[in-house]
């Protein structure tokens, strides 16, 4: 068993919720969520802690006792108390701490532990597991050295690969028709899934190449149009071009939309405008859908079949 803690911005709630859907098969509940499913903390930019649960008891008072039958094998230690569905006071979650603490038999190191415990109360229970901190490994991504102004947010970026994707990405075979600068190219290789990028503009090819090689991934990017792509890909994530200056004309969209099922199984497909007859016309079905709001900006994201 596995326990998830979340927070995300109001104005990501609802994607948030999409890829908690998607992960999980459910959706967490006042930022907490009990899963089978043993899923990398790193994989969501909305994850904040992981509990590997390895003991429970209905109270603290039975809690403590077994936690003495922890094998450390000689490395250092340090509990951490989570908020579960009960407030908890500072100083009170200090002294659970040191109460768990005392019950380890080992070394405490409260700055640099060789390992981490998670200790939680929730929905009436008392949990205890190692604990693993999400590295916001997308935050190092969000100064590439070739950006768009409208490029989509990197925290986006990583939780519509994860939607894209689903819970299991071995032998996935992932693609970005639209790469751009390579935004969701980052995302996806840094959790390790198999993607390609395609782009129509020499510049965005060449500017994913740069943003790629600054952060070590290699290059998986190639000049091309989507609507001549050839062989099967499981899932693809779909920024259709835009600006604001200048629209996509209709029929060129069409044409896009109509060759996502030649070639892939799944799509997310991002807009600024809502496309519903267009995916309609195109023989997409749409199976999930959520919108991204920042200001008066709103993408519409579709997850069609």
């Not at 896009?256 to 799944?266: E, H, Q, T, Y």
Request: net charge neutral; aromatic share 8%.
């Amino acid at each position: 068993m596995f326990i998830y803690t979340y927070a995300c911005h109001e104005d990501e709630a609802d994607l948030c919720a999409l890829e908690l859907q998607t992960l999980f098969g459910q959706t967490a509940i006042e930022g907490v969520l009990i899963s089978p499913y043993s899923i990398h903390v790193d994989r969501s930019p909305f994850f904040k802690r992981r509990i590997e649960v390895v003991m429970q008891a209905d109270s603290l008072h039975n809690l403590l006792p077994l936690l003495s039958s922890i094998k450390l094998d000689g490395l250092t230690f340090k509990v951490v108390y989570t908020q579960g569905d009960e407030a908890v006071a500072y100083d009170e979650q200090r002294q659970l701490e040191r109460a768990a603490g005392a019950a380890i038999t080992g070394k405490a190191d409260m700055r640099k532990p060789e390992r981490q415990f998670g200790l939680m109360k929730l929905q009436g229970s008392w949990f205890f597991g190692l604990l693993e901190e999400n590295s916001a490994v997308w935050l190092r991504h969000q100064s590439k050295p070739q950006n768009y102004s409208t490029a989509l947010p990197t925290r986006a970026a990583r939780a519509i690969v994860n939607i894209a994707a689903g819970r299991t990405t071995e032998r996935l075979r992932v693609i970005d028709p639209c790469c751009g600068m390579g935004t969701v190219l980052v995302e996806a290789l840094s959790m390790g899934i198999s993607i390609e990028g395609l782009d129509l503009n020499p510049l965005a090819v060449r500017g994913a190449r740069t943003n790629l090689a600054y952060y070590g991934y290699p290059d998986v990017v190639r000049l091309g149009d989507m609507r001549l792509i050839e062989g099967k890909y499981d899932a693809a994530i779909v920024d259709l071009p835009y600006n604001l200056c200048s629209v996509l004309p209709e029929a060129e969209q069409l044409d896009m939309l109509v060759s996502i099922k030649r070639w892939a199984k799944s799509a997310v497909i991002i807009t600024t405008e809502p496309i519903e007859r267009q995916l309609l016309v195109a023989g997409l079905r749409t199976t999930k859908s959520t919108t991204l709001s920042k200001a008066s900006f709103t993408r519409y994201i579709s997850v069609v079949e």
